[in-house]
């Protein structure tokens, strides 16, 4: 099986007040984003891809060894009221992880 095969993703929706500018700041411009998503679990602060004011994907790093890694895309849609739609996208390849929110140890810090 391919790694594509195997990948798990998990896909958390929120609905932001803000508009869609200033939650693309917040997913884009690091001095913002070190707040809830520090350098520190990223493996590498460059985005793996960037689609300017509409998504944004990054590789994060386990912090514990054996330092496996994910990827986390966020999507920003703007919604009839003037905010946003925020789609957060945890993609694991590696079946020893287990996405953020799902209950199971070890957590990464995303999604």
């Known amino acids: ?18 508009p869609p500018e200033k939650v693309w700041r917040a997913i884009s411009i690091a001095e913002y984003r070190e707040a809830w998503l520090p350098d520190a679990v990223l493996a590498d602060a460059e985005p793996l891809a960037c689609e300017p004011g509409k998504a944004i994907r990054y590789r994060m790093r386990d912090d514990t060894p054996p330092y496996l890694e994910s990827e986390v895309s966020f999507v920003i849609a703007p919604d009839d009221a003037g905010g946003t739609l ?11 992880l287990q996405a953020a929110n799902d209950g199971f140890s070890p957590l990464m810090l995303a999604a």
């Open 1 to 18: 099986m391919s790694e594509a095969e195997t990948a798990i993703e998990r896909v958390e929706e929120y609905q932001l007040d803000a």
């Open 86 to 96: 925020l789609t957060i996208v945890h993609r694991l390849s590696d079946p020893r």
